[in-house]
């Protein structure tokens, strides 16, 4: 009987030899040590053994279990420690790694030209007052002197939410809405914003783009007004020797009208691909603001003048940066976004 005591503790510590976790070890306990275990099963069958057997098997019995369950005491020791120290190497920071450069946003190109456009006109005293996207036809083209049917709307091709309701086609409304808030203050305002055109997207034209439309109303502006205004604006924006050409032009809101042309910030008036070999950059659409448009935002164009101008931020932004293609700006490639600082 007793040898069946020793095979049993030779097969227990080899099988505690061989457990390498805390959940083998539990089971290894459960087939030993248990309440129905081997060794405790072996140990309560002393009873069943003849009177004579019983004190030799009973003390190995004993001896057996004690043993065993020292063993388990020190598995479990070593196998909880070896738990804390796995669980250590997997919190563990490995300082010699390199570090992981934190991904910085920044400004958009426009929104960065339309603030260095704001820094420059809020200097010379204009507020800046913001307009709707969403226009009516009456503010988009009647009030600024284009009636129904006016041949000069199509100089806008306008997406339409409805007939009466279109996506602002430029940020001239936006002199409607000014007026109409201010009078019978003097205005000194620029508008800037998203306007819509319903185009073919190409390196020069985008279907969405912003403008800034400067708008002054005053007792006595005039055109010198307008001329210096800009003069001041391109120096500031692309340096001091910069030269301005006022070319006679058209819009049904202003009167007379001009296009701000710029001598070629890259030949400087030689003549280059940039300038298309004319020696000057277009960089804005201006005019005296035209009386039936002073009338409809409630100024009396007897007493009253003004002075309007609208131009395009992408086009501003292109010439600044020297980026030819309009469609990088809307199309969100990280690699041209992330060279504007
Ligand atoms: N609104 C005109 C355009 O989009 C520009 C402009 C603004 C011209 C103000 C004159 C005065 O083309």
Redesign the pocket.
Known sequence: MTADLHELEQRASAELAQVSDLQALEQWRLRYLGKKGEVTLAVRSVGQLPPAERPAYGKLANEVKGRLEAAYEARLEVLKQEEVERALRAAAVDVTLPGRRPAVGRLHPSTQTLREIYHIFTQMGFQIYRSREVETDEYNFELLNMPPHHPARDMWDTFYINKDVVMRT?T?PGQIHVMRAYYPEPIRAILPGKCYRYEQVTVRSEHMFH?V?GLAVGKHITMADLKGTMIHFARQMFGPERKLRFRCSH?P??EP?VEVDMDCILCGGKGCSLCKHTGWLEIA???MVHPVVLRNGGYDPNEWSGF???MGIERIAMLKNHIEDIRYFFSNDLRFLGQFH
């Open positions: 430029h001239s403008q439309e819009f809101f202003t009208s659409g201006a005019g309007a101008f609208g």
